[in-house]
């Protein structure tokens, strides 16, 4: 089995593309590998890790990052259209607030701590952030995103109201950092091969392939 780590966050437009191309070049490997078999293992990032705890408004932090609200129109169009090629549709309109996402990683890396796929998990957080504007950094907010699906409900209450892997979290953060990961979706094949950026599905699986050996 081929581990692949995923490094990214959940307020990155393009790492919700990236899960889209990954999986698109896992199909395109099982064509001349029908018995590739793969674990993914989502690493956080933090693409604003100075983002206050309680979030803060969403447009007018882009318009002070980018400098116009007319560049970010554009930067929205650009992700939009990249979107469209897998199915995602971006409503950017509805998100009010920048989410601190320190919540969200912890709750993913308690839903892999066995072992088990977070894939699920993470993509109903991409569309909670991107498609249903909430937010993603609030308790209740991931509380509702975890049930939806199928994580026991008293389980997830009494995990986020603690503060276990809040330093796990942050320790692979400032790993990934030292690795010199400082753009998502970054994708780690096997430990060996590092690809950056939500690349084109054929790079992807070109890169999967040379791991396998052709």
Same mark, same amino acid.
């Given at each position: 089995m081929l581990n692949i780590e995923i490094v990214s966050d959940i307020v990155c437009p393009w790492c919700f593309i990236g899960t889209r191309r990954l999986a698109t070049a896992i199909a395109q490997v099982r064509t001349t590998h029908p018995d590739f078999v793969c674990r993914k293992v989502w690493r956080p990032f933090f693409l604003n890790p100075d983002t206050p705890p309680q979030g803060e408004p969403y447009l007018p932090f882009l318009i002070e990052k980018f400098g116009s609200r007319e560049r970010v129109e554009s930067i929205f169009a650009h992700v939009r259209n990249a979107g469209q090629a897998y199915a995602l549709d971006y409503a950017f309109e509805k998100i009010q607030v920048r989410a601190n996402t320190l919540q969200a990683h912890r709750l993913i890396a308690w839903a892999q701590a066995d072992g088990d796929d977070a894939t699920p998990l993470v993509e109903a957080l991409f569309a909670a952030q991107f498609q249903q504007g909430r937010n993603v950094g609030d308790r209740g907010e991931l509380l509702a995103i975890a049930t939806a699906c199928g994580y026991p409900a008293e389980a997830v209450? =009494?995990?986020? #109201? +603690? @503060? @276990?892997? =809040?330093?796990?979290?942050? #320790?692979?953060?400032?790993? +990934?950092?030292?690795? +010199? &990961?400082?753009?998502?979706? =970054?994708?780690?094949? @096997? +430990?060996?091969? &590092? &690809?950056v950026g939500a690349e084109d599905p054929a790079v992807l699986a070109a890169g999967i392939r040379e791991i396998l050996g052709g």
């Open positions: 209450r =009494t995990f986020l #109201a +603690g @503060d @276990d892997k =809040t330093a796990e979290v942050r #320790a692979l953060e400032r790993e +990934g950092r030292r690795l +010199g &990961i400082n753009m998502v979706p =970054t994708f780690i094949l @096997d +430990g060996r091969r &590092i &690809i």
